[in-house]
């Protein structure tokens, strides 16, 4: 069975400096990893994904993930956080089992960016 | 605006009642799925139908069932309500059963039991 631990509920930061929310995995098969990112109020939004290939991974808003497969990890860093940057951040695993596949989810990571 | 659209937004009912979750999912998208989000115990995967059939289940009880339709929206039917299925409650929905995909969320269904 797979699972993921994300190791802080809550990250407090100022403004501009940099972040890193901690995300690890275990899985027995190959997997595919996410981060979804969850604005108050609203659903979760992707914010990047790995697959396969090259193991840093960007999204359009500055975040990155690098996966490390032999410390079975997925951290999300971001050089610079803005304001708007506050929102719970979740890592979840994804495999391939059986003809489908599950998402798998940390309990999330809190971003709390104040000036 | 994910696409995913799900109904109501709010809903509140007593112990022992029975209540339906709709969601309609991303237009051509056959997967979706269920999940419920609670602070004890985060995200949890529920269930999951493809093309109007079971695919794979999680973490639901038994007094919990979902069924997908011909037109691929789906209902969560949710019977003998406890204090404890006071949750979020979102759909999910993607294109293929790929374990790659994408899911793209709904905003959610908060229910509160009381």
């Known amino acids: 069975a797979q699972s993921v631990t994300q190791l802080d509920s809550q990250v407090p930061v100022f403004e501009e400096a940099p972040v890193e929310l901690r995300c690890n995995y275990s899985?027995?098969?190959?997997?595919?990893l996410f981060w979804y990112v969850q604005y108050p109020n609203q659903g979760l939004q992707l914010l990047l994904k790995?697959?396969?290939?090259?193991?840093l991974v960007e999204s359009i808003n500055g975040f990155e993930a690098e996966f490390n497969k032999s410390q079975t990890s997925f951290h999300l860093r971001k050089p610079s956080v803005h304001i708007s940057d506050t929102a719970e951040y979740f890592c979840a695993v994804s495999d391939w089992n059986s003809g489908y596949s599950t998402l798998t989810f940390g309990k999330g990571t809190m971003l709390l960016v104040s000036p | 605006d994910s696409g995913v659209t799900q109904t109501p937004k709010h809903l509140i009912t007593a112990t022992g009642q029975r209540v339906t979750l709709r969601c309609s999912p991303r237009?051509?998208?056959?997967?979706v799925y269920w999940y419920q989000q609670s602070l004890d115990q985060g995200l949890q995967f529920l269930i999951q139908y493809y093309n109007g059939e079971e695919r794979a289940k999680g973490n639901i009880l038994e007094r919990f069932s979902a069924q997908q339709f011909p037109d691929l929206h789906s209902e969560l039917n949710l019977s003998s309500l406890e204090l404890g299925d006071s949750a979020l409650y979102f759909c999910?929905?993607?294109?293929?059963?790929?374990?790659?995909?994408?899911?793209?969320f709904g905003a959610g269904t908060r229910l509160s039991v009381l």
């Open positions: 999910a929905s993607s294109g293929t059963l790929g374990g790659g995909d994408i899911q793209y």
């Open positions: 237009s051509g998208d056959l997967s």
């Open positions: 790995y697959l396969s290939g090259s193991t």
């Open positions: 899985s027995s098969v190959s997997v595919y």
